[in-house]
């Protein structure tokens, strides 16, 4: 059994992020030493936030109650003891919750210690936001007879509740640039602006909770507010079922081809990884990453429509053959039509065989006309059949395969999706798995950053002569004018037949996505 990982098992740049935002959580928490706190509020809040976040690590309830696994489902008991307690206290309310709440992936005790330290910071910073505002006498309440001073109390209210978002999306975004070493210029992006409006129905709700509970019938009428968040913990809850029921039915699809298609275990999974690595590298926003990972993952999913024996046929294939192997892209299209969550995956299954030159299959689409989600799945594509290795031939240096994709960038590949590649190349390295059925295939290679180098791709070694599958990844690169016609393609699963050409594209009417 694998050990537990630990704070020495992130990078550097993690530890110090976490490290610091501890210490300064604590340091925001000392000065309830020396003030005058409501320790009975302070641990009703505290014990309120740890209920509302133990049912989804319970084991009797985990699986019984429609609770969301989600951060933000219960702020409002936070933010409301911003609005109803010291700064310091109102840091103390939100460690116990964070503390027992479930966590999914490895390190746990870091990642809990993490989110107790970044909502401890947001609720004092929010408390602090408040306090100067001179919210809470805005609230009103029976000790002070007054009633609450509406619509003044909304001002300070919504500042503390931004002032909350604000610290949470920095400290976001601080960790994904540190531990999973995303660039500065994406790892904030977009991240303030899905969460505004979810922190300010939240800041709402918390101001409603801290109203009732400094009125007459005090602090249990303020738990009638967490029934309308309970309502939409299950309504997101259900949302969670049914994406992970699409998930599970494109990894059903990807097995199927997997079983089928032999030679290309593994292949679908690291190209929708790849596909991912250049759309980050390209800025794209989070809402599109996963659907350009779909893509990745389903582009060879029409392969099921594809006779199992051309599939598998040793030696080339015919024409006859070669233009039903380039009928896939068109039946995955057709396979995934009906499901809606796939987006614009759905034309880059389509279209990942085109060329940027219009000489690709199965429409001829020329430059701009080509999807950008097929133009990223092309070069995944590409890239992972050449660093592959396989039964029948070795897996080409990710420095040859890199090469091979500069070279033919304009022609074939889009020159932006190969740069993007190639900075993510450097920045993560590429963990290259045996795909092989066969035993005594060559080994994984490890992380490798693509060096630039000035000779070109070796040739085809001893094993591209065995027997190759009829899986064919995409016609022969494109040569360029100034290039030396070329060995067999690298990132060909198989060759076609020596003299035979390739059907010209069908119809450039193309269906819609």
């Known amino acids: 059994m694998a050990e537990p990982q630990g704070l020495r098992d992130i990078p550097a740049g993690a530890r110090v992020a976490v490290l610091g935002a501890v210490t300064g959580a604590v340091l925001c928490a000392l000065p309830v030493l020396r003030q005058d706190v409501p320790w009975a509020a302070v641990a009703l809040l505290a014990g309120l936030y740890a209920l509302c976040e133990w049912p989804a690590r319970c084991p009797v309830l985990a699986g019984r109650v429609s609770v969301p696994v989600a951060s933000g489902s219960f702020f409002p008991v936070l933010l409301a003891a911003a609005f109803l307690l010291p700064p310091a206290a109102a840091a103390l309310v939100a460690v116990p919750g964070a503390l027992i709440a479930y966590v999914e992936d490895e390190p746990r005790r870091v990642r809990r210690a993490w989110r107790a330290a970044q909502l401890a910071l947001a609720a004092w910073a929010a408390a602090g936001a408040h306090v100067l505002l001179d919210g809470r006498a805005a609230l009103g309440g029976r000790s002070t007879a007054t009633a609450p001073d509406f619509p003044y109390a909304l001002v300070p209210a919504g500042i503390a509740a931004l002032v ?71 309504v997101f809850a259900q949302y969670h079922r049914e ?229 064919s990844e995409g016609p022969p690169p494109t040569t360029l004018p100034e290039a030396p016609p070329p060995a067999p393609a690298l990132h060909e699963d198989r060759p076609p037949a020596g003299s035979a050409p390739r059907p010209g594209p069908r119809s450039s009417n193309a269906p819609g996505a």
């Open 164 to 234: 909350f978002c604000l610290v949470l999306t920095a400290l976001d975004g601080l960790i994904l640039a540190t531990a999973e070493r995303r660039p500065a210029r994406t790892a904030w992006r977009g991240l303030l602006l899905r969460s505004l409006a979810p922190h300010c129905v939240h800041g709402l709700a918390g101001l409603m909770m801290a109203v009732l509970w400094r009125s007459r019938f005090g602090p249990p009428a303020a738990l009638f507010v967490l029934l309308p968040m309970y309502i939409s913990c299950w």
């Open 243 to 471: 994406r992970a029921a699409h998930q599970a039915t494109i990894r059903a699809l990807v097995q199927a081809v997997d079983i089928k298609d032999r030679y290309t275990r593994g292949h679908s999974e690291r190209v929708g990884r790849a596909s991912e690595l250049i759309a980050r590298e390209l800025g794209m926003e989070e809402g599109r990453l996963e659907v350009i990972r779909f893509a990745g993952i389903l582009h060879d999913v029409g392969k099921l429509g594809v006779p199992t024996r051309v599939l598998r046929k040793d030696g080339p294939l015919t024409p006859q053959e070669r233009a039903v192997i380039e009928l896939h892209p068109e039946y995955g299209h057709e396979m995934v039509r009906g499901i809606g969550f796939l987006g614009e995956a759905r034309a880059a299954i389509l279209h990942h065989h085109e060329r940027l030159d219009g000489s690709g299959y199965p429409y001829g689409l020329a430059g701009g006309q080509i999807p950008e989600a097929a133009r990223v799945v092309a070069v995944a594509d590409a890239f992972d059949a050449m660093t592959s290795t396989r039964s029948y031939r070795r897996a080409r240096p990710v420095a040859a395969a890199v090469t091979e994709l500069e070279r033919c960038a304009g022609a074939q590949f889009d020159p932006r999706m190969v740069a993007g590649l190639v900075r993510a190349l450097s920045r993560y390295g590429w963990h290259v798995e045996v795909t092989a059925d066969e035993p005594g295939a060559a080994g994984a290679r490890g992380n490798v950053p693509p060096p630039r180098p000035s000779a070109a791709p070796e040739g085809p070694g001893p094993a591209s002569a065995a027997r190759p599958s009829a899986a």
